[in-house]
């Protein structure tokens, strides 16, 4: 398959996941911007592969086969950061008394893969597993989006329809950590460092979570605190 092909392919699968209910061939390809004979093409390869499923009525599903491709991925990825991440996680929230999230960059979006949840007060906010959420929205997203590669900043910029966006994340790399208050989540604000692999490329981005009004109070010391817990897993990571 050649490489615009493969990169349609994957917007397609990419927004077979978005959609809450089953689309059809047609309606999956407007969605995605392409032809719709283009989009019966790719999902023939793709069904021939196993990762889509096209049913009698026309509709699409993701296929059986990416059930274990994610599992894999999943194991993988516990394995070589959310463990080595969660003892670290564990103390920061404990000694700043809010919420601390693991996010990982997928495609333009950002994913928490692991979240611990502070005791300290009843009022906290909770984030699920596999919660997804643009890259250009929120401290957790940008501080993955400042560390992106030329070309997908780029194409995250065009997409995010926010000219403003590259000045943001041009401040946030100079600074070393992000903040944002009521951006993603109303009346919730956060702080968030970058985690970078050996090569210095974004890998995972750590984030300290809670009601606007205690994060706001002392910005420095929970920047301080989760640049601090951010480069300790970093160092994990490098072995």
């Known amino acids: 398959m050649p490489a615009g092909a493969l990169q349609r392919a994957v917007e397609l699968l ?4 978005e959609e809450p209910v089953q689309p059809t061939v047609a309606e999956l390809a407007g969605a995605a911007g392409m032809p719709t004979s283009t989009a019966y093409r790719l999902l023939a390869e793709l069904e021939a592969l196993g990762l889509v499923a096209r049913g009698p009525d026309r509709t699409v599903t993701l296929g059986t086969r990416l059930v274990a491709l994610g599992r894999t991925a999943e194991a993988g990825l516990h394995e070589r950061l959310v463990a080595p991440a969660t003892a670290v996680m564990r103390e920061l929230s404990q000694q700043v008394g809010e919420s601390v999230i693991l996010t990982v960059p997928c ?39 400042a560390y992106l ?20 994340l041009e401040q946030i790399r100079s600074a070393g950590f992000a903040y944002t208050a009521g951006e993603l989540d109303p009346g919730a604000a956060a702080v968030a460092a970058p985690i970078l692999d050996r090569r210095g490329r974004i890998l995972a981005g750590l984030s300290i979570a809670g ?11 929970a920047a301080g605190a989760v640049v601090q817990a951010a480069q300790r897993i970093q160092r994990t990571q490098h072995g």
């Not at 928490?112 to 597993?129: F, I, K």
């Open 14 to 17: 990419h927004r077979l996941g």
């Open 107 to 145: 495609g333009l979006e950002a994913i928490v893969v692991h979240a611990v949840e502070t005791e300290r007060h009843s009022v906290r906010l909770s984030y699920p597993r596999f919660r997804r959420a643009p890259m250009h929205q929120g401290a957790s997203g940008k501080v993955l989006a």
């Open 149 to 168: 590669e030329p070309a997908e900043l780029s194409r995250l910029i065009q997409a995010s329809g926010r000219p403003k966006l590259a000045g943001q």
């Open 211 to 221: 009601p606007e009004q205690r994060i706001v109070a002392d910005v420095g010391r």
